[in-house]
């Protein structure tokens, strides 16, 4: 069922990118092909750890649109598709060249650290803000170093897609009204664990930082 249910949004996307190809006056070229390929093998797991990041039926839910920074995210990216097919139509200029390689190590990096950063969490990852009765607070790996490394992981990737398809409204989109959303997952998230672990989760995010090291 998590593999139709993959399999079937993916579908959705690539439909879309057909869409706008064929709309489109513009042939696509080298970026608009990497990034689809990219962004659709990410997209793939992405959907498939929402499937498999479920906490127990006993455990507690904080914040009911705690999940808002990630439609928001998937909007933007999804605007800047349209955005670069449709040869910029929304009266702003695309934002300047930059190198292919340049959002791609973005791209990478994020999608690398939001994996290992998953992985360090085993069974305690969950897509929704959710704790349960024998919940352990992780500090090792890059938890060490960020309290919260695979929503930069998250940051990294959109950004390195949406830079790689310069569309100019969907990166002021994303910063501003994703990055909000991204501040009141962290919020919710770190309000829930402070009742959870008290002095402990006191202590650890005095030691770390939320999302850049030594500066946030």
């Not at 999804?78 to 695309?94: E, K, Q, S, T, W």
């Not at 069974?123 to 919260?148: A, E, S």
């Amino acid at each position: 069922m998590m593999w139709k249910q993959a399999l079937i949004i993916l579908g959705l996307f690539e439909a879309l990118f057909l869409l706008l190809t064929t709309i489109s006056d513009r042939i696509p070229d080298a970026i608009m092909l990497t990034a689809n390929v990219a962004f659709a093998s990410w997209l793939f797991m992405e959907v498939m750890r929402v499937r498999l990041g479920h906490a127990p039926t006993n455990s507690t839910t904080h914040g009911i649109l705690s999940r808002s920074f990630l439609v928001i995210s998937f909007i933007s990216v999804i605007l800047a598709f349209v955005d670069r097919g449709l040869n910029y139509p929304f009266r702003l200029p695309p934002l300047p060249d930059v190198p292919l390689v340049t959002g791609l190590l973005l791209f990478t990096g994020g999608v690398w650290l939001r994996y290992i950063s998953i992985k360090t969490l085993g069974r305690f990852f969950v897509t929704k803000v959710q704790t349960t009765n024998d919940h352990q607070l992780i500090k090792n790996g890059v938890y060490r170093v960020l309290r919260h490394p695979s929503y930069t992981g998250l940051l990294l990737g959109f950004t390195g897609i949406i830079l790689m398809l310069q569309s100019t409204i969907a990166l002021a989109l994303f910063l501003v009204v994703g990055i909000p959303a991204y501040l009141y997952r962290i919020r919710v998230e770190e309000t829930a664990l402070s009742r959870v672990f008290g002095e402990d989760y006191k202590h650890y995010r005095d030691e770390t930082y939320a999302l850049i090291p030594f500066i946030y």
